[in-house]
Structure formats: C-alpha cells, structure tokens
C-alpha cells in the first residue's frame, strides 16, 4: 500500500496539477454561468 | 485512529462499491435523460422520465450520501487523513456539493416525471428542464470521474496541515 510521504523541510506549495484542475473547474463554472444568463438552460423554461 | 488491515480492506471495498456504484448509477441517469430529451415517442419519453425518478431516489440519493460517508471512514481510518493531501480535500469538496446539488434538483427530477406520467412529453414540453437534466448529469458524471481518477492516480500534494503534522509525527517518532 503507498503511503503519504513529503520529506521537504520547506512547506509545500499549491501542487501544477491543482492549479491546472482549478483554471479547468472555473472555465467550466464560466460556461454554466453564461448558459443560465443566456437563457439555454435552466429551470422555469416551459415552452 | 488507523484502522487494523482487515478493517481497512473492508472498508476500502465499501468506499469502492459505493462510489463505482454512484458512478455507474448518474451514467444511467443521463442515458435516460438524452433519450427523454431526443425521445419523439411519447410512451419511450414518459417510460424514460419515469425510470430517472426512480433511479435518482432508491439508487443516486442513497449512494450519493454511502460514498462521501464511506470516504470519510477511510480517510479518518487511514494515513492519508482528510485534510492532509489535496487529492483526498479535493474529492470532499467536489462530492458533498455534489450530494447537496442533488437532493435540490430533485425538484425537477420529480416535476418531470409527474408530467410525463400524466400527459407523456413530447417535442418542446418541458424542453429547458428537460436539458437541464442532461447537462447537470454530464457535470455530476464528470465530476465522479474526476473523483475515480484522483483516487486511483493519488496526484502528490501535501496541505500546509498535512506536512505540519506529519513534521510533528516524526519529531514524536524521532525525539
């Protein structure tokens, strides 16, 4: 089994691959926002 | 507390049956919701509404509140702790949002099954709720494979929290 480990004596930094995650997640809540805004999708749209 | 050995496989496979299950469940979820949403039939659309109701209350709603639940007993159970490593913060943060945006959009889920089973829906009924279902099942199916992924690739990252009680372990280990 692997087990946590970090054996810098600094404290560690935001890792690349969360920082990455994080530009995807609010390119993402970016697009819901816009699709709400414009009316594409969304509740109440009972044609 | 880290669990015994026996304990911890048990509960892994816990972890793994529900969370897998959930998965799999929310990609039925959208199978449906696309074929309601394309369905011209209107029995094939009320048979498709229907099935999601149930679908979403005996087998998402239970396991949407089993997984999170089971993650929290492995974490706590285990070396990895819950706010130690970003992987296992990360997946928290995306799955108890998840399960609270889940039991409010079960509004829609019941009020498009409640009109399906009434008068069927066909072509432009309901068609903004009816797509909202699809694109929030996509999001919800992305966002447990992104959960499955971290915890099988377990990216490296400490926390500020994690590496200061790791430092504090092994001065304790190591006097």
Same mark, same amino acid.
């Given at each position: 089994m692997i087990e946590p480990r970090e054996s810098k004596a600094t404290p560690p930094g935001?890792?690349?691959?969360?920082?990455?995650?994080?530009?995807?997640?609010?390119?993402?809540?970016?697009?819901?926002i816009i699709l709400h805004l414009t009316g594409l999708v969304g509740m109440g749209h009972h044609h | 507390m880290v669990? !015994? !050995?026996?304990?911890?496989?048990?509960?892994?496979?816990? &972890?793994? /049956?529900?969370?897998?299950?959930?998965?799999?469940?929310?990609?039925?979820?959208?199978?449906?919701?696309i074929a309601g949403l394309g369905g011209r039939d209107a029995g094939m659309t009320r048979a498709a509404y229907l099935s999601m109701d149930t679908v979403a209350w005996y087998v998402i709603v239970p396991l949407s509140f089993a997984s999170p639940l089971t993650g929290l007993v492995q974490s706590l159970g285990? !070396?990895?702790?819950?706010?130690?490593?970003?992987?296992?913060l990360l997946k928290l943060l995306m799955t108890i949002p998840s399960t609270l945006l889940l039991l409010v959009h079960m509004g829609p889920i019941d009020y498009t099954a409640g009109i399906a089973a009434k008068t069927g829906l066909s072509g432009a009924d309901? &068609?903004?709720?009816?797509?909202?279902? /699809?694109?929030?099942?996509?999001?919800?199916?992305?966002?447990?494979?992104?959960?499955?992924?971290?915890? /099988?690739?377990?990216?490296?990252?400490?926390?500020?929290?994690?590496?200061?009680?790791?430092?504090?372990?092994?001065?304790?280990?190591? !006097?």
């Open positions: 935001i890792p690349r691959w969360l920082k990455l995650f994080g530009m995807v997640a609010a390119a993402f809540l970016v697009l819901v | 669990m !015994p !050995p026996g304990l911890r496989k048990f509960a892994l496979t816990l &972890h793994m /049956v529900t969370s897998v299950g959930w998965l799999g469940a929310v990609a039925t979820f959208l199978a449906l919701a285990t !070396p990895w702790g819950l706010f130690r490593q970003y992987w296992v309901l &068609h903004g709720m009816r797509m909202q279902l /699809v694109i929030e099942a996509s999001a919800a199916l992305f966002v447990l494979l992104t959960a499955t992924v971290l915890s /099988v690739y377990k990216p490296k990252g400490m926390t500020r929290y994690g590496w200061r009680k790791q430092n504090m372990e092994r001065s304790i280990a190591q !006097p």
